[in-house]
């Protein structure tokens, strides 16, 4: 079975600091899917970037990175120079074949507060 | 080209009554699936519907709980009789197919049971 765990349930930082949000998953496919999630107060669901399995390649969107390592089974997320709008709850989830369509599971989040 | 369309975006009901949440996939998009965010907690999947047709509901409670995608029109997520633990946000997903061509999320439902 499929699991999302993200280990951190909170953190809080001051503006301009680099934070890493860990994700640590558990499948026993081959090929699968991993993803972020941004929850702003607001509440909806923002996509931040999904990454196959066949692909470790690191990835940078501006101030976002991520880290992919099949070794360890993780899947980190930095944000390098934080801002008070970077304060969210950040969701990291999973998607194998082993589910029927497009199932994703989530871990339980990791609320960031970024502070001025 | 609008999004995944999920409305009311808030629905306050009474203990007992009945809870209908709609969803309208994106256009082309014949997958929908709905997941429930309990507060405090992450997202937890339920069913996985396409057109006519329920394909997984594995994480769909067993009582009062219903949904549907028919031919025409939104999918309709149904909860008979709610009770306070219904309290939460239900966030509708579409995508194309099986194969990871776009899965998108709506802005969600929340139920509040009063």
């Known amino acids: 079975a499929q699991k999302v765990t993200q280990a951190q349930t909170e953190i809080s930082v001051v503006e301009k600091e680099d934070v890493t949000l860990d994700c640590v998953y558990e499948?026993?496919?081959?090929?699968?899917?991993l993803f972020w999630y941004k929850q702003p107060p607001s509440g909806e669901l923002v996509f931040l970037i999904r990454?196959?399995?066949?692909?470790?390649q690191n990835e940078i969107s501006g101030r976002y990175s991520w880290n992919f390592q099949k070794s360890t089974s993780s899947f980190n997320f930095t944000i390098t120079a934080s801002q008070v709008v970077d304060s969210a709850v950040y969701f990291c989830?999973?998607?194998?074949?082993?589910?029927?369509?497009?199932?994703?599971?989530f871990g339980g989040g990791t609320r960031l507060m970024v502070k001025p | 080209n609008a999004g995944v369309m999920q409305n009311p975006r808030h629905l306050v009901r009474r203990r007992g009554q009945e809870a209908r949440l709609r969803c309208s996939p994106m256009?082309?998009?014949?997958?929908v699936y709905w997941y429930r965010q309990l507060p405090e907690e992450g997202l937890k999947f339920m069913v996985y519907l396409q057109k006519e047709n329920i394909i997984d509901e594995s994480g769909m409670p067993k009582e009062r709980f219903s949904a549907e995608f028919p031919k025409e029109g939104p999918s309709i997520l149904r909860i008979q009789q709610v009770v306070r633990g219904d309290s939460a946000a239900y966030f509708c997903a579409s995508s194309l197919g099986d194969s990871w061509n776009g899965y998108t999320f709506g802005s969600g439902t929340r139920l509040t049971v009063v």
């Open positions: 989830a999973l998607s194998d074949s082993n589910n029927a369509g497009n199932m994703l599971t």
């Open positions: 499948t026993r496919d081959t090929t699968y899917y």
């Open positions: 990454r196959n399995s066949f692909d470790e």
């Open positions: 256009k082309g998009h014949s997958h």
